[in-house]
């Protein structure tokens, strides 16, 4: 019989399982004959080599402890070879799912689809199934395989054996794969449906997973953002432009609500996401606004009065909007200090210092001869996050130093 020691909690931390194996030889008991004394235990395989005997076991220990020490070339050479050369062996799904994550987490996503996805093919009766489903579905969120995602999400959301952080995790990890796919309406239903599991099951003190609440709630937030982004400012009079800016803006603070929502349940790497999102709100909204079709004017002009007056509407929209850019720049500058603080490593630390500096310069030209010096002044204020059922969540207080 093979027992295995996992590590709990969200899929990335679950850790390399620990395969502990029984053999032995058939043998006679003493003092009887027949069925009743004859106890058979199962002997694990041998290869003899000239460089000595090992079997499966042995190849298993050697490859969990390469694993543990980061060697992972070498550690999935012998887990892959423990599955080659004893097809039979109790270790061979414990070898699978090691190789898997080894895989997974030096970078080789597709390496560690391939041993997951084998891993359920072939030995769906293993204790491991549960975890390799879960990692399985990190991965293929990982490398957008979103209707794939999905089918493991509900085949773990099928297992009445999950427990509630378990059943949150699938949960929050489906919505995210409804927003990559495109399907909103669904992403907001899940993502509403795994923060209400999350709010009730917390009060019973049943559920804990913050980070996958964090992680629905971003989807949330990301799908209202998207619906705002998604309205195109039209051709036609200032009045019209206004009341679809108008649509545009409610969305938008909207989304701020849950984004702030998100930064609230204090998980390092949600945080870093929403806060930058935060900030590209206000840069994406100044971008829509200024390549809006310039409205008519109210009196016909000619060609060359024509230009003149495309040019001053440029320029006094550049100065109106403005504050906009000074709000993004603030909450990117205090998204930065968060991940510093933090020390949060990931791809959006980049692309945030990037946004950042386009931002700050963007502001400089936008703005040559007014003296205004908030695109070089540094963050001193926390971001403002009102607590849950605060009245000022749905428009949050710009920041004092961003304030036109």
Known sequence: ????????????????????????????????????????????????????????????????????????????????????????????????????????????????????????????????????????LAL?????RDADAISVADALLADKALDPDERMEAMSMRSEALLSLGSLDDAERQARIAVAFYREGSERDEVHGFSQAAQANFVLA????????????????????????????????????????????TDPAWAARAGYQIGALYDRMWATISEAPVPPPRRKFGEADMRIYEDEYRKE??????????????????TLMMIERASVDSEWSAKLKADLEAARTRLRLTAPDDGDDAAGEDARQEPHVPSRGSDALAKPPAPAATTP
């Open 1 to 136: 019989m093979t027992e295995y020691q996992t590590y709990r909690g969200p899929s990335q931390r679950r850790g390399l399982r620990i395969a502990l194996a029984v053999a032995g030889v058939a043998f006679l008991g003493c003092g009887g004959s027949g069925a009743a004394s004859r106890r058979t235990i199962r002997m694990e395989e041998l290869r003899v080599t000239p460089g000595g005997v090992y079997d499966a076991e042995s190849l298993f220990a050697e490859a969990f402890d390469l694993a543990k020490a980061k060697r992972c070339p070498e550690a999935v050479d012998r887990y892959d070879r423990v599955v080659r050369e004893f097809p039979t062996s109790e270790f061979v799904s414990a070898a699978l799912y090691n190789a898997g994550l080894c895989l997974m987490e030096s970078g080789d996503a597709n390496g560690g689809i391939a041993r997951f996805e084998r891993l359920l093919r072939e030995h769906a009766d293993s204790p491991d199934t549960k975890h390799g489903r879960f990692q399985l």
């Open 140 to 144: 293929y969120l990982r490398v957008h």
């Open 222 to 265: 990301d799908v209202l953002r998207q619906r705002s982004e998604a309205i195109a400012i039209p051709p036609g009079t200032a009045e019209e432009q206004h009341q679809v800016l108008e649509r545009r803006a409610q969305l938008l603070l909207k989304a701020q609500t849950e984004y702030f929502n998100t930064i609230r349940y």
């Open 317 to 334: 929209m550049a100065r109106m909007i403005r504050p906009l850019v000074r709000h993004a720049i603030r909450y990117w500058e205090l």
